[in-house]
């Protein structure tokens, strides 16, 4: 079992960035991949990022070439770096931890964490 703990939240304008972290009770090396999801208001939680602990990445077509997924896993951290985001990127943002390839092919499960909101807005 594993804890998840979501930080980086935030306001931010159209254009802007924002970097998530979600930091791991525990080694995240024992799950095949990290994910990042979101839940707008109103909608079903999607997938927006993974990645596998040998650093094979999946992401939405949504976002690809804005979001960055990356992973630290001396440091049990997954981040999500997001760039030229959009008012449609606002949602509240969730890590998992994936004991099975359902990240990577769209269908998140394991752990999760509490999650972070995310406002795109001027």
């Known amino acids: 079992q594993v804890q998840l703990v979501e930080s980086g939240g935030g306001l931010v304008q159209p254009g802007g960035s924002l970097r998530l972290s979600c930091a791991a009770s525990g080694s995240i090396l024992s799950f095949f991949a990290m994910g990042w999801s979101r839940q707008a208001p109103g909608k079903q939680r999607e997938l927006v990022a993974g990645?596998?602990?040998?650093?094979?990445?999946k992401y939405a077509d949504s976002v690809k070439g804005r979001f960055t997924i990356s992973r630290d896993n001396a440091k049990r951290t997954v981040s999500l770096q997001m760039n030229s985001l959009k008012p449609e990127d606002t949602a509240v943002y969730y890590c998992?931890?994936?004991?099975?390839?359902?990240?990577?092919?769209?269908?998140?499960?394991?752990?999760w964490g509490q999650g972070t909101q995310v406002t795109v807005s001027s």
């Open positions: 998992n931890a994936d004991p099975t390839m359902g990240t990577m092919i769209g269908k998140p499960t394991g752990y």
């Open positions: 990645i596998t602990t040998g650093g094979n990445t």
